[in-house]
Every structure is written in C-alpha cells, then in structure tokens.
C-alpha cells in the first residue's frame, strides 16, 4: 500500500501544486483585466477565486489523469486514473478516502492478499497523505496568483475553449516553477488555464465554478497499516 500510495500522491501533488484552471463566466461583458498589468491581472485573478464555492480541475498524461471537484471549505471529490486503474477520491470532513477495485489497487503494488479485502471499501488515509492530498486547495489556488514569483510579462489575448482570455507569463522562482496563466477577460476574472512547459510540463483547466455540493464521508471504511 505504501508504496502505490507513494506513486499516486507524486502525481496528485504534481497537479495540484500548479494551482488550478478555470472556464471562466459566459457572460460577454468584459472585466477590464485586459487594461491591468500583469501583475493587477493575477491579483483579480487571485480575488475572484477567492469568492468563488467551487471549480472542476482537470490535468493529465498518458500515464496519470486527474479530475477533481474542489470546494471552498476544503472538501475534495474526484478521480484519479493511473496505468489504467481508476481512483475514487474524497475528502470530507478533513479526512481523505481512496477507493479502487483490487484489480487497481494491485496494479499500483498492493499485493494481491491486501487488495481483495478492500472492494467496495474506502481506504482512510493517515494525516501525512491527508496533507499531501490537500494540496490541491482554494488558498493554493490564491497563493500561487498573488505570489507567482520571478518576473511578470503580459503576452496578449486568445480564445481557449469559447472563453477569452489574457495570458500573464512568470519566469518562476525555488517555490513556483515558471509557466503562464489564462484569465478570462469575460465575466469573473476566473483563471481558465494553467501552462507549464520543460521539466514537469502539465496543463491545468477548469470548468463549473460554483456547482455542486460538497461530498459526504462514505460510511463503508476501512484503516490499513502504512495507507
């Protein structure tokens, strides 16, 4: 379990740690961001995400793709897949549940005398992967657009997905890597994509601001040594 566990959070801190991306309102007013400098375009950014309940963050690879609900109280829902196997994720009440078939949790390491017991079951998981889980948050989101790091540059307007946007590049610094942020120009100043390229390139987006509920603790746990 340790050892999947391992894999699995590696790559959920890689996408969280980006922050997150967002689809923006359809409302065809513009905000004025496009008048901003880029750093008043990340700081909008930064309070718009802050007075929002919710947004769907998507990212993914061949290997690892993930799709996650995150909410404003620090609740969590979603999916991870990886090597094929599909992860149900949930985080309510500041606990963290995994659930997978024991097909899937075999194909991450588990050995096969500890995966068949947990079907149907949500693993708990302890504090530290609780932590590590976390990472994909609302104040991550705030943080990342307020304090980027390195130098700013405005790089012009573009349409991704319907939305427009206006993108602000960051050269990065020891906490945030370099990469550039999409800001809807339309609506909420909403981030609507996230790009990072070289070492560790991803690509975050978002869509559904403020729908959805928060998830409720599942009732059918189960604790396991090292999970």
């Given at each position: 379990?340790?050892g999947?566990?391992?894999?699995?959070?590696?790559?959920?801190?890689?996408?969280?740690?980006?922050?997150?991306?967002?689809?923006?309102?359809?409302?065809?007013?513009?905000?004025?961001?496009?008048?901003?400098?880029?750093?008043?375009?990340?700081?909008?950014?930064?309070?718009?995400?802050?007075?929002?309940q919710?947004?769907?963050?998507?990212?993914?690879?061949?290997?690892?793709?993930?799709?996650?609900?995150?909410?404003?109280?620090?609740?969590?829902?979603g999916?991870?897949?990886?090597?094929?196997?599909?992860?149900?994720?949930?985080?309510a009440?500041?606990?963290d549940?995994?659930?997978?078939?024991?097909?899937?949790?075999?194909?991450?390491?588990?050995?096969?005398?500890?995966?068949?017991p947990?079907?149907?079951?949500?693993?708990?998981?302890?504090?530290?992967?609780?932590?590590?889980?976390?990472?994909?948050?609302?104040?991550?989101?705030?943080?990342?657009?307020?304090?980027?790091g390195?130098?700013?540059?405005?790089?012009?307007?573009?349409?991704?997905?319907?939305?427009?946007?206006v993108?602000?590049?960051?050269?990065?610094?020891?906490?945030?890597?370099?990469?550039?942020?999409?800001?809807?120009?339309?609506?909420?100043?909403?981030?609507?994509?996230?790009?990072?390229?070289?070492?560790?390139?991803?690509?975050?987006?978002?869509?559904?601001?403020?729908?959805?509920?928060?998830?409720?603790?599942?009732?059918?746990?189960t604790?396991?040594?090292?999970?």
């Amino acid at each position: 379990m340790k050892g999947a566990r391992a894999s699995l959070l590696g790559g959920m801190f890689a996408a969280g740690a980006v922050g997150a991306a967002g689809c923006g309102s359809s409302s065809s007013s513009t905000n004025g961001v496009t008048n901003e400098s880029a750093q008043q375009i990340l700081q909008s950014a930064a309070s718009a995400v802050k007075g929002a309940q919710s947004f769907q963050a998507s990212s993914g690879s061949p290997t690892l793709k993930i799709d996650v609900r995150v909410f404003s109280n620090g609740d969590l829902r979603g999916t991870i897949t990886e090597k094929g196997g599909v992860l149900t994720l949930i985080v309510a009440d500041k606990k963290d549940y995994l659930s997978a078939s024991p097909v899937t949790w075999e194909s991450l390491g588990v050995p096969a005398s500890q995966a068949a017991p947990l079907k149907g079951k949500f693993v708990v998981l302890s504090s530290a992967s609780a932590s590590s889980l976390g990472t994909v948050t609302f104040s991550k989101v705030e943080t990342q657009l307020a304090k980027p790091g390195g130098t700013l540059s405005k790089i012009g307007t573009k349409t991704i997905n319907g939305q427009s946007v206006v993108g602000v590049r960051y050269t990065g610094n020891s906490s945030n890597p370099a990469a550039t942020w999409y800001i809807a120009t339309t609506g909420p100043a909403y981030p609507v994509e996230y790009v990072r390229t070289g070492s560790g390139a991803t690509t975050v987006t978002v869509s559904g601001w403020n729908s959805g509920s928060p998830p409720t603790p599942p009732t059918n746990t189960t604790i396991v040594a090292g999970a």
